[in-house]
């Protein structure tokens, strides 16, 4: 379940005044939110600007300023090709192609229902088992095309069926 902006709200505020460290800034609390949640909702614009005794723009001008924030719920599973060296070598760009057209996707993005996030990585750390991708923080070893096309296929059709369930 997505959470509503009351829980938006307390979540980013625990995770607001759970941070450790001795100075707490609004970029500190910026990268608290985002590590709790993986996204800066409003909710949490507003709980850093109370919090840190800042203005809502504030709070706006150092968000935006970092191009590593996102304003938006990342997608629910997040499917990374790594296109390094190893992989590249072993047909990565095959495995990047059948991703794509399994998630009607043409490059880097996400799916328009918000359930797959597709990114190229360049060394996923597995290298002996090129070519690799990372499937919801699952790496996946010596993949073929079609076993990625089916593998993903297979999961957006059971992503479809909770949303309709
Ligand atoms: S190059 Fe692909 S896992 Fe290292």
């Known amino acids: 379940m997505t959470p509503d902006a009351n829980e938006l709200r307390t979540i980013a505020a625990q995770a607001i005044v759970s941070q450790s460290q001795p100075t707490v800034t609004v970029l500190s609390s910026l990268l608290a939110v985002e590590e709790e949640l993986g ?5 949490a614009i507003e709980a850093v600007a109370e919090f840190t005794h800042s203005t809502i723009n504030d709070v706006w001008g150092v968000a935006s300023f970092y191009p590593n924030f996102r304003f938006s719920p990342p ?3 997040q499917v990374e090709i ?3 060296t190893s992989c590249h070598i072993m047909g990565a760009s095959r495995i990047a192609q059948a991703a794509m057209r399994a998630l009607g996707l043409e490059g880097e993005g996400e799916t328009g229902d ?3 996030g597709l990114r190229f990585n360049t060394c996923l750390g597995a290298c002996a088992q090129a070519p690799v991708a990372s499937v919801g923080h699952a790496l996946k070893g ?3 095309p079609a076993r990625t096309e089916q593998m993903l296929r297979d ?3 059971a992503a479809q069926g909770r949303g309709h369930g």
């Open 142 to 144: 010596r993949l073929t």
């Open 114 to 116: 918000g359930e797959f």
């Open 39 to 43: 996204y800066i909702p409003k909710e």
């Open 75 to 77: 997608s629910r599973c």
């Open 82 to 84: 790594c296109w390094g």
């Open 155 to 157: 999961l957006s059709r």
